[in-house]
Every structure is written in structure tokens, then in C-alpha cells.
């Protein structure tokens, strides 16, 4: 699981615990400028292939955390439990995708939302 808190005009990524280890990173720090969108999307994450291990941990079931490389993209994942993941989708970043899990979904989801429409237009 990570903890995110958005701070001046970034969205830190806290991966908490045992995460570390299984995914080989212990934060992320994306510009908020970055973000392309976010959703709450438990299907996302609850097939069983989630691309070629780069980096990370991947056990059915159980965790995928660590880098991928799925679809043609980049992808960070941190999940456990799938009801709780939601997608953050980057352009210009070393990731194209982050499909992690949250305490509250929806919540977070508005957050980051609220954030990015708060941000100056540049």
C-alpha cells in the first residue's frame, strides 16, 4: 500500500512497509503537472498478468509491486488488494502508469483531481 499527500505542485508516493522490499522503492515524487488522469479501477488490477517484470515482486493473488513493463508502457505497481487501487496516468515521467493501493479510492481520487485543476495553466 503507499500513502499519498500532495504537496505545493507534487504528488508524493510513500510506499509504506514491507512494500519497500517487494517493490525495490520506497517513494516516488511526480509533478502534478504530469498527471494525464486518475481513476478508481478495480478491474485494472485484478487480472493476473500485469506485464514483465523489470523490477518488483508479482504474486497472483497476493502482491505485484515494483516496475512492469505492460502494454508498451511503464508501469509502477504497489497493489494487494485490488477494490483498493486506483490508476494514476503520467505523460512526460520515467512511469506512463502507477496502479497502486489506497486506504480510501475515492477519496483520493477526488483529491488528486481537485489538485490538478487547481494548478496554474502553462
Do not use: C
Not at 67 to 75: A, K, L, P, T, W
Amino acid at each position: 500500500m503507499v500513502e499519498i499527500f500532495i504537496a505545493s505542485d507534487h504528488l508524493h508516493l510513500e510506499v509504506k512497509g514491507w512494500d519497500k522490499l517487494w517493490a525495490f522503492r520506497g517513494h516516488l515524487d511526480i509533478p502534478l503537472a504530469h498527471i494525464r488522469g486518475v481513476r478508481h479501477d478495480p478491474e485494472a488490477a485484478s487480472s493476473w498478468w500485469h506485464g514483465l517484470k523489470i523490477a518488483g515482486t508479482n504474486l497472483p493473488g497476493l502482491i505485484t509491486a515494483g516496475s512492469f513493463y505492460q502494454h508498451g508502457q511503464r508501469v509502477f505497481w504497489d497493489v494487494h488488494d485490488p477494490a483498493n487501487s486506483i490508476v494514476i496516468e503520467l505523460h512526460d515521467d520515467r512511469f506512463d502508469e502507477l496502479v497502486v493501493e489506497v486506504n480510501d479510492p475515492p477519496a483520493m481520487v477526488d483529491e488528486i483531481r481537485n489538485s490538478i485543476r487547481s494548478q496554474p495553466r502553462t
